[in-house]
C-alpha cells in the first residue's frame, strides 16, 4: 500500500512539475530569454520593435518556425536548429506572433513627446517635423536654394522645396531592394552650381546561372529639372555576392574634392576585408569622374584594387570630413558589441576580423584580439551595439553647446548620439531624442539647421535650437 501511495505522489508531483513548466507564465519567461540570448543583437532589444518591420520570409506561424529553425541561404548564422528545440521554436513563434499588435498609427504617437521640446546639455531642441510617411529614408542633401534632395531605400529620389512640396525625381539607377539593399545615399559635387553633378550609392545587381547577385555600386549623373541625365556608375565594388546585407554605401567629399566611398564586408567577413584585391570591407578613394587618385596607398600594387584607402571594416555607415582638420571620420557596425568610431588613415587596416571588441551574434566568439600593434584602435566603441547610421559635424552657431562635436545616429535603441570632441579624442556621449525612431541619417542645411531622418515610421525631422 505504502509502495502504490508514493507511486501516485510521485506521478502527481510530476504532473505538477510539468504543468508549471508548461504554464503560460513559464513559457512567457523562457521565449523573453530565446528571444533576448538568440534575436535582440540583430532585430532590436524590443520584440515590439522587431514584429514592426517587413516581413521579407512571411510571419505566420509557419513561416516564423521555418524561418527559426532552419534560416536563409543568404544569412549566416540564422539557423537555430540545434539551439532550440522543436517545443522552444514553437513557443518562441508564437511570442512573435503575439507581439504584432503595434500599428503606426501609435508609433507616430510614440515618436516625438508631446510638446515636440527635448532638452540637451546646455540646449533645448524643438522637433520640427518636416515630412512623415515615408518609406526608409536613408540619404538627404541640400541644394544651393535649400530644397533638399532625399533617397528612399525602395528607390525613389525626391525634391523638397520651400513650401514643402515634393516631386519625384527620375532616372535613378534600378537597385535590388532586398534586405539591406536598394537606392541608399546622396552628395552633390562640390562644384554642383555650375555642372548639377549628383552621386548616387545603390545595390547593383546581376544575374548569373539563375542566382542574382549584388554589390555596392556609385552613380554619377546630371540634375535636369526633376530628371537624372547622363547617368553611369563610376565605381562598382565587386566582386558580386549572394549576400544581400552589409552594403555600407555612404558617400563624402573631402577639401580636394576626392570621393569616399563606405563598402561593407557583405557577410564575408572572412573572405574580404582583409584582402586589398577585393571591394568589399573597405573605405575606396576615387576622383570626382570615378578615376584613381595618384598618390592612392596601394596604386602601384599588383594584388590590390587601386581605389582602397583603408581596410578591415565590417559595415561603414556613417562618414563625415572633419571641418578642422579635413579628416574623414566613421561609425561602422561591430557584431555583438563593437560597434567604432574611426579616425580613417591612409592605407591603415582598422582590424575587423581579426581584431574585436565584439562576439558573434549567437554570443560566440571569433577572436579573443581587442588591440594590435598593427592595427588602428577605433577613437570609441560602443558596447552594447547601438547599430550606427549617419554622421555629421556640427558646424554651425545655431547649436553653440553642440558646435564641433560629432552627431552619429543608432538604428538599434533610436536616438541621437551626441559625441562631445576635443580634438580627436572623445569625452563622452550624450543620447538626445529618445526614441524618436530607427536613425538613419544626420544632415545639415545651407543655414546650418540640423535634419534627421527616421524609420518604422519614415519621417524627416528639423532640429529647432531654443
Known sequence: MIKYGLLLFSALLLLTFCHRENSPERILSSSKAHYKKQCASCHGASVEDFTKKEWKHGNSRLELINSIKNGFPDIAGHNFSEKLNERQIFNLSNYLLDNMVAN?????????????????????????????????????????????????????????????????????????????????????????????????????????????YG???????????????????????EPYTKAFHHYGGRLAFDRNGYLYVSVGDRGGKDDYPQFLDKGPGKIHRIKDDGSIPADNPFINRKDAMASVWSYGHRNPQGLAIHPQTGELWETEHGPRGGDEVNMIQKGKNFGWPVVSYGTEYDGGSFTSITRRDDIINPIDYWVPSIAPCGLAFVTSDLYPAWKGDLLAGSLRFRYLDRCDLEGSKLLKHEQLLPQIGRMRCIAIDNKGYIYVAVEEPGMIFRLMPQ
Do not use: C
Not at 183 to 212: A, M, Q, V
Open 104 to 212: 503606426k498609427e501609435k508609433m507616430l504617437q510614440n515618436a516625438v513627446p508631446k510638446d515636440n521640446k527635448y532638452v540637451s546639455e546646455g540646449m533645448t531642441i524643438v522637433l520640427d517635423t518636416i515630412l512623415t510617411d515615408l518609406e526608409n529614408p536613408w540619404g538627404i542633401v541640400f541644394l544651393p536654394n535649400n530644397d533638399m534632395l532625399f533617397t528612399e531605400r525602395i528607390g525613389k529620389l525626391w525634391r523638397l522645396d520651400g513650401n514643402k512640396k515634393k516631386t519625384e525625381i527620375t532616372g535613378v539607377p534600378p537597385s535590388l531592394v532586398e534586405s539591406q539593399g536598394g537606392l541608399l545615399d546622396i552628395k552633390l559635387h562640390p562644384k554642383f552650381e555650375s555642372n548639377r553633378i549628383i552621386y548616387l550609392t545603390y545595390s547593383k545587381t546581376k544575374d548569373s546561372l539563375g542566382s542574382t
Open 215 to 237: 554589390t555596392t555600386a556609385v552613380y554619377r549623373a546630371r540634375l535636369d529639372n526633376d530628371k537624372l541625365v547622363d547617368g553611369k556608375d563610376i565605381f562598382v565594388a
